[in-house]
């Protein structure tokens, strides 16, 4: 039992025996209370008493408080330990004086979200989608943050202000966006299959032509078969670089120009960019299967083509370049360049409002400050860039990672922290992080962020109410264009279908909305 308790056990019980009369008396009626031989209004009995008072507070305050609990529920892969065996929130717990119930839900994330809420428990922080939080929003179920982020100072110093809009609803901040990602992918191509070419690495969209045709017809790998394709990937992002170096994003997504929202499938230079596409599919440098492909970097390393869109990570890690160098101990993939065209030098594209996650916090915590109180100390801790973030980043010091010369370097044990990602509620410095994860790849990492992308804003975009976007027809559509199963002369067609059948003037006019009230157009 807790010292608190048992002291108010014992006052209850003497309170008890007093109020019933049961003195005490002894050997003939001597009377064995002491308060009872004392005068009631005795100084120096005053005296004992308000120091024992003041003994006893003293004592209240040096006891540790118990540790405050409160729950987590987000979607997640799993692959975590058990929580009472999870290095992290056990430190964190331990960190942070609480008793955190973190729960990661693997399948039906939604549904099981939605009974919690439906039977009067919701979890005291939670993870939504676009969709959810507004649902949420608009059921009074989520705490307005904005007031609180004063008790967040590594928040604000860490959230940039796109990061911070990112979890804004009808003007309010009601939620918390992971930092974002950053770009990694670029076009890869067979850096030895230019020297047996004799070809330079494209710099301009013609010369990329060129070279996929060549890769395509001039056997590159001098197996003296025909047997290699230019280009591969999966689907319509395969041709991403294309786009963007017509100075247009890939289809489906909202740009801003001269301070004007812009559907990026109806631009008119979206037009050309197929057309150009197309001239590659008729001279059979792209490969046939591209658009239903399932595992391109398979086919990549197995010597079928001899570019492809991936990201770093897929392609150029130790494990990754024995993959392929087993195959063919020739092979080097190498990163190409953003390409130049009609639009300027761009590689695909950057979306600023794009975020891996959200989280919540339950409007419920209002009524519970200090619970409220905690759960905003742990998102503080968690995004200290010294300690807290070190711990959901890398796991316990000393035994998943050691500090060396001020630089973090892993240790074996850093292959337990798998799933650590799942905790990282705030994100993380991804720069840092990769680095740190794969020191090897710094010259790759880097090379992927400093391509120029163009920007776009779909994440913060969403659909009117009561609209549902036909995304089929608008997809199909443009394969038929690439493929020329359709003319190209029927383009404008195409656009004015888009309008009027798909309430694109509609989207248009919400998505300005929606970026004016961010401050992205005037």
Same mark, same amino acid.
């Given at each position: 039992? %807790?010292?608190?308790?048992?002291?108010?056990? /014992?006052?209850?019980? #003497?309170?008890?025996?007093?109020?019933?009369? #049961?003195?005490? @008396? %002894?050997?003939?009626?001597?009377?064995?209370?002491?308060?009872?031989?004392?005068?009631?209004?005795?100084? $120096?009995?005053?005296?004992?008493?308000?120091?024992?008072?003041?003994?006893?507070?003293?004592?209240?305050?040096?006891? !540790?408080?118990?540790? /405050?609990?409160?729950? /987590?529920?987000?979607?997640?892969?799993?692959?975590? !330990?058990?929580?009472?065996?999870?290095?992290?929130?056990?430190?964190?717990? &331990?960190?942070?004086?609480?008793?955190?119930?973190?729960?990661?839900?693997?399948?039906?994330?939604?549904? /099981?979200? @939605?009974? %919690?809420?439906?039977?009067g428990t919701p979890p005291d922080v939670f993870g939504v989608t676009k969709d959810t939080? &507004? @649902?949420?929003?608009?059921?009074?179920?989520?705490?307005?943050?904005?007031?609180?982020?004063?008790?967040? !100072?590594?928040? =604000?110093? $860490? *959230?940039?202000?796109?990061?911070l809009n990112k979890g804004k609803f009808g003007g309010k901040l009601v939620a918390l966006a992971k930092r974002p990602s950053i770009p990694m992918e670029s076009y890869w191509i067979r850096a030895d299959w230019l020297k047996n070419l004799k070809l330079e690495p494209p710099k301009t969209i013609e010369d990329f032509k060129k070279v996929l045709i060549a890769f395509t017809n001039d056997d590159p790998d001098g197996n003296k078969k025909k047997d290699t394709y230019g280009l591969t990937g999966a689907d319509i992002p395969a041709f991403y670089g294309i786009f963007s170096a017509f100075g247009v994003a890939p289809p489906g997504h909202w740009m801003i120009q001269d301070n004007k929202v812009v559907y990026s499938t109806t631009a008119p230079v979206t037009k050309d960019a197929l057309a150009f596409i197309a001239d590659l599919v008729k001279a059979g440098a792209v490969d046939p299967e591209i658009v239903t492909n399932q595992n391109p970097l398979d086919k990549a390393f197995k010597g079928q083509a001899g570019v492809i869109p991936i990201n770093w990570s897929g392609i150029s890690t130790a494990a990754a370049v024995k993959t392929y160098t087993d195959i063919n101990p020739n092979a080097e993939w190498v990163q190409l360049d953003a390409l130049t065209g009609p639009g300027g030098k761009y590689y695909s594209i950057w979306d600023v409002g794009s975020n891996p996650s959200m989280i919540v916090l339950s409007k419920a915590l209002e009524k519970e400050p200090e619970k409220l109180d905690k759960v905003l100390e742990y998102l503080n801790y968690i995004t200290d860039p010294d300690k807290g973030q070190m711990l959901v980043n890398y796991g316990i010091e000393g035994k998943h990672?050691?500090?060396?010369?001020?630089? +973090? &370097? +892993?240790?074996? $044990?850093?292959?337990?922290?798998?799933?650590?990602?799942? +905790?990282?509620?705030?994100?993380?410095n991804e720069m840092e992080y990769l680095k740190v994860k794969f020191a090897?790849?710094? &010259?790759?990492?880097?090379? $992927?962020?400093?391509?120029?992308?163009? =920007? +776009? *804003?779909?994440?913060?975009?969403?659909?009117?109410?009561q609209v549902i976007a036909d995304e089929r027809y608008e997809y199909e559509e443009l394969i038929k264009f690439m493929y020329s199963r359709r003319p190209l002369a029927e383009f404008d067609q195409y656009v004015e279908k888009l309008n009027s059948t798909f309430y694109l003037p509609e989207r248009t006019q919400k998505a300005e909305a929606e970026l004016k009230a961010l401050g992205y157009i005037i």
């Open positions: 039992m %807790k010292k608190w308790t048992m002291a108010a056990t /014992v006052l209850l019980m #003497c309170m008890v025996t007093v109020l019933s009369g #049961c003195s005490g @008396t %002894k050997n003939g009626g001597e009377n064995i209370n002491p308060a009872a031989t004392k005068s009631p209004t005795s100084n $120096a009995d005053n005296q004992d008493d308000k120091g024992n008072q003041e003994r006893q507070g003293n004592q209240d305050k040096d006891k !540790p408080k118990d540790p /405050v609990k409160f729950s /987590v529920l987000i979607p997640g892969s799993g692959g975590n !330990p058990p929580q009472e065996e999870d290095p992290i929130l056990q430190q964190l717990n &331990k960190d942070l004086n609480m008793d955190m119930d973190f729960n990661i839900s693997t399948t039906e994330y939604n549904q /099981v979200l @939605t009974a %919690k809420i439906a039977g939080l &507004k @649902t949420f929003v608009e059921q009074d179920l989520l705490l307005d943050l904005e007031k609180y982020l004063d008790k967040l !100072p590594n928040i =604000k110093a $860490a *959230y940039t202000e796109t990061d990672y050691e500090m060396a010369d001020g630089k +973090v &370097k +892993v240790l074996p $044990a850093i292959s337990e922290m798998g799933y650590a990602w799942q +905790v990282q509620l705030t994100g993380r090897d790849q710094e &010259k790759e990492i880097d090379f $992927a962020l400093n391509l120029p992308r163009i =920007k +776009v *804003y779909s994440s913060f975009v969403s659909l009117p109410d």
